[in-house]
């Protein structure tokens, strides 16, 4: 599969009446809400989506060797950690995948650590599973998040704990963890028997010269109480495929994410789910690299319209994700009532902050995965819904 064109980020693409999650919204509305990219993906992949629709039958799929020899070999190529092939299992998502493993290594009433303010649906998944959410909201200071040791320690001290859902890269911050980060975060788990479940889906989206660090690649100890949650589907615009793999080197461990897989049924692949998952992995390199760099540039435009034009409010630097944290405090302390009111006045349709626990009461998301044309209607929006909030 060879793809000469230059890859077209620019053109803007019409997404309405396509059943879309994110664009099911009034006319008059821009949404850059949800993690979900206006982009098409990568020509190499709808080539071997078309491919296989081609062939008109849609029967039940297997995992064939060559799906675990493409997630192996793109970690390797891209990540540097060499994943042994038997380490992974399928799963039709992330979140599935993390439901799951908590169904299966706790028991009700039992604690799971999460680092607020992290992605929301991390709530979910201990709430509607009967678990509790132990909280470790990170520091923030002069406009950037760090982990509040000590809180931690204690959180995972309690017997009660026995489990913690790890983001990384970090959702909504764009914050990428440092080896010495992982590393405290592994040894402080093994001393109170906490199993780590690392989401890394957002690991490839990393800016140009930035690189993420696999948490269990950092040490044998992160290594054996690890479970790592990783996709295509944010990377390469394919959520609606519902293809991921979980990564777990300790036999043991594995073997109970694996039952816990089946038993939920969620270790089975539609007809697509693999095809598209091994041509991402096997000729999505080039594509993912320019994706990168356009984003890189949307955050530029970002900083500096904002720092121009909005200056009540600030952009949290951003490593990694096409999610940028909006720093509302000198405006507001409700960011819920704040995006309603912006969407209200002008359209434009953000991630209320409130959901994502810690400080998020502050701040509000907004997704920069779209054409700069569209970047800079929502940022005209932004600049206009905050103007009017603050009169």
């Not at 399928?90 to 290594?105: D, E, H, N, Y």
């Not at 409700?334 to 959901?355: K, P, Q």
Request: glycine share 4%; hydrophobic share 40%; charged share 25%.
């Amino acid at each position: 599969m060879e793809c000469t064109d230059k890859y077209d980020f620019d053109t803007p693409i019409d997404r309405t009446n396509t059943q879309s999650l994110k664009w099911d919204v009034a006319e008059n509305e821009l949404p850059m809400w949800v993690a979900d990219m206006d982009f098409k993906t990568a020509p190499e992949i709808i080539e071997a989506v078309n491919k296989r629709a081609a062939h008109g039958v849609f029967g039940y799929s297997i995992i064939p060797e060559s799906w675990n020899e493409a997630v192996a070999g793109w970690w390797s190529r891209r990540h540097n950690w060499d994943i042994d092939k038997d380490w992974i299992v399928f799963s039709t998502g992330v979140i599935p995948a993390v439901s799951s493993i908590v169904r299966k290594l706790t028991t009700p009433n039992e604690n799971v650590v999460i680092q607020t303010p992290v992605y929301n649906i991390f709530f979910n998944s201990i709430i509607n599973n009967g678990r509790r959410v132990l909280e470790n909201p990170l520091k923030y200071e002069n406009g950037e998040y760090s982990i509040d040791w000590e809180d931690l320690k204690n959180k995972l001290a309690d017997p009660q704990t026995s489990l913690m859902i790890l983001c990384n890269p970090q959702n909504p911050s764009g914050k990428i963890w440092s080896r010495e980060d992982l590393s405290r975060i592994g040894e402080l788990c093994a001393r109170y028997y906490v199993t780590v479940v690392s989401d890394e889906i957002h690991c490839d989206l990393t800016d140009p010269g930035k690189e993420y660090i696999p948490f269990a690649s950092v040490s044998d100890v992160c290594r054996d109480i690890s479970i790592t949650c990783v996709a295509p589907t944010k990377t390469f615009n394919i959520a609606g495929l519902q293809t991921a793999a979980v990564i777990v080197p300790h036999k043991n461990l594995r073997h109970k994410v694996w039952r816990a897989l089946n038993t939920d049924e969620v270790a089975e692949p539609n007809a697509f789910a693999v095809w598209a998952a091994e041509a991402a992995y096997n000729y999505g390199d080039k594509w993912l690299d320019e994706l990168r760099g356009y984003i890189y540039n949307n955050k530029r435009i970002v900083n500096e319209y904002v720092n121009d034009n909005i200056t009540s409010i600030k952009v949290v630097q951003s490593e990694a994700t096409y999610l940028l944290w909006l720093d509302c405090s000198a405006i507001t302390d409700n960011s819920s009532e704040l995006a309603a009111y912006i969407r209200n006045r002008t359209g434009l349709y953000l991630s209320a902050g409130n959901a994502y626990g810690g400080n998020g009461n502050q701040f509000l998301r907004l997704n920069i995965a779209c054409p700069k044309v569209v970047l800079m209607d929502g940022l005209k929006r932004l600049e206009e819904g905050i103007r009017l909030a603050m009169n």
